[in-house]
């Protein structure tokens, strides 16, 4: 009898499985299977003589790694960025949607939609060559810092600059795209909520602190734990085209360092260590800010 329910509303859910069947196996063959390879990270990997016959070191690459100044300097690198992306990115998308669903004009905010969506589809190349425009040695900025009061900023090759150009960049290239579901949420407002507040004597600013943002909250509580989990995983192309030596500081974070220990030194089961480390705490953070925000009487991701 139940098989018989089940095969039932398999004949009728199929379409929907079908349409699933994409996303599905590119995460089982590209996030699930590779995760086999996290063994070498317990092993002194070469690949002369392959993985299997490789020996074991148990847990020498982590006390390595945990015993050296690196360490320190990598998390507190990658946590600061991500710090930075969190108190300035993430409210600034939440505004943005605010000031977009505030336009009442349609033709003019699908129009404003439209100009904030378009840097997302510039690659980090794109946008690296437009930060060196602006903020390269003899760019626009420093052309009219030099003519206004006869000095020139090195932005480019600044540790005080470095983390303000990453969020700036971010906000430019992705914060319009980070809108799409903010402005989703906020289209299911019910609009006799405003209605009622405009009897009451209401204004916009009213509207939008009692109102809106309150209606949005849970979608808000989400997103944001959902940035907390990749809290420590960085732009790497981003990061990579904005580091050089004068300012690797401030700019070398875990993924960088993956990229140089591995594929450059070709230390496959260090770097796998450090990749494992993120991933762990990564999955930490989430847990962990999802049993807070359960604890304040939000709904979480799990």
């Not at 990598?74 to 977009?100: C, E, H, Q």
């Amino acid at each position: 009898m139940e098989r018989t329910i089940r095969f039932n509303r398999f004949k009728q859910l199929w379409p929907f499985y079908l349409l699933a069947a994409p996303g599905v196996i590119y995460f089982i063959v590209f996030h699930y299977v590779p995760m086999w390879g996290l063994l070498l990270a317990f092993k002194e990997y070469s690949p002369f003589i392959g993985i299997w016959e490789s020996p074991w070191v148990g847990f020498e690459h982590f006390k390595e790694f945990f015993s050296t100044s690196d360490f320190f300097i990598l998390l507190k690198n990658t946590l600061l960025i991500s710090l930075f992306n969190l108190i300035i990115y993430f409210p600034f998308t939440i505004l943005l949607s605010i000031m977009l669903n505030e336009l009442r004009l349609k033709l003019y905010k699908r129009i404003s939609q439209t100009i904030v969506y378009l840097p997302h589809f510039l690659s980090w190349v794109v946008i690296y060559g437009i930060t060196i425009s602006f903020f390269g040695p003899s760019g626009v900025i420093n052309y009219y810092l030099d003519q206004w009061f006869g000095t020139n900023v090195l932005f480019l090759v600044s540790n005080d600059w470095f983390r303000p150009l990453i969020v700036l960049q971010s906000i430019w290239k992705d914060a319009g795209w980070g809108t799409i579901i903010f402005l989703a949420a906020l289209a299911g407002v019910n609009p006799e909520l405003y209605e009622a507040a405009k009897v009451d004597g209401a204004n916009r600013f009213h509207n939008i602190w009692h109102i809106t943002l309150p209606s949005i909250k849970s979608t808000i509580v989400i997103l944001l734990l959902l940035r907390l989990g990749s809290s420590l995983d960085s732009n790497f192309m981003q990061i990579f085209l904005m580091t050089n030596s004068l300012n690797l500081e401030v700019s070398n974070v875990f993924d960088l360092f993956v990229y140089h220990i591995g594929l450059e030194q070709f230390n496959y089961s260090f770097a796998i260590t450090v990749g494992m480390f993120k991933s762990v705490a990564s999955l930490i953070l989430v847990v962990t800010a999802n049993y807070v925000a359960k604890l304040l009487g939000e709904e979480g991701i799990f």
